[in-house]
């Protein structure tokens, strides 16, 4: 309801968001895969919701005039969000006994949908008794957001403490991402640094 009662977004803008969203996904899934493998899914899974909801703060900031950060923050959310989401799975399935994993699975899926599914009746609500309270609508919206990613980077704490067999601290993932090509394909952008990297040179190069 934001995007299109706020921000004035169409339907095609908002189809444009979400195709950027599962194209950083897409793009980004093979790092993640390989930085998982190294250091396994605690770290990287920190890392990834660390960076993934520190650029969800921009939502309180969002307005018309600015609302075009929207194409590169999707983009941005969908390549972090893949290798939160990938780690969620693997770390099921590397910590459960193989017995139990159908159901955690499946209790991991079932908590999960049902707080998504409370989520918006919450945060209705919410926006419903701001505006009592004499709130601009775009005000009120921007209090809501500071939620959402204040829980979600507090959570990293908590996933932190859990104990996962031959995984790497965080500071070993943190030191592979400087890299600069290995932090482009998490970010999405491995297309563009292979370019700048293997670019063929100029007709004026060549002539000297």
Not at 58 to 80: D, E, I, K, R
Not at 98 to 116: D, F, K, P, Y
Not at 126 to 151: C, W
Not at 161 to 187: D, F, H, K, Q, Y
Request: one cysteine or more.
């Amino acid at each position: 309801m934001f995007l299109f009662e706020q921000l004035n977004f169409s339907g095609v803008e908002v189809g444009i968001l979400a195709t950027l969203a599962a194209l950083g996904g897409m793009i980004a899934l093979p790092v993640w895969g390989g930085l998982l493998d190294r250091h396994g899914n605690k770290a990287c899974m920190a890392v990834a919701l660390g960076l993934w909801q520190a650029q969800n703060f921009l939502w309180c900031f969002l307005t018309p005039a600015n609302s075009a950060l929207l194409y590169g923050m999707w983009f941005w959310g969908g390549g972090l969000s893949a290798g939160f989401i990938l780690g969620q799975f693997t770390i099921l399935l590397k910590l459960i006994p193989a017995e139990a994993r159908n159901l955690a699975i499946g209790l991991n899926l079932a908590v999960t949908s049902v707080v998504a599914a409370l989520s918006p009746i919450v945060g209705g609500e919410v926006l419903a008794q701001l505006s009592v309270l004499g709130y601009a609508p775009l005000d009120a919206y921007h209090l809501v957001f500071l939620v959402q990613p204040a829980v979600g980077l507090l959570s990293c704490i908590l996933l932190l403490r859990i104990r996962e067999p031959a995984s790497s601290p965080l500071a070993s993932v943190v030191g592979a991402m400087r890299n600069i090509r290995t932090l482009s394909g998490v970010l999405g952008l491995s297309f563009f640094v292979n370019y700048l990297f293997a670019r063929p040179a100029g007709r004026d190069s060549r002539r000297r």
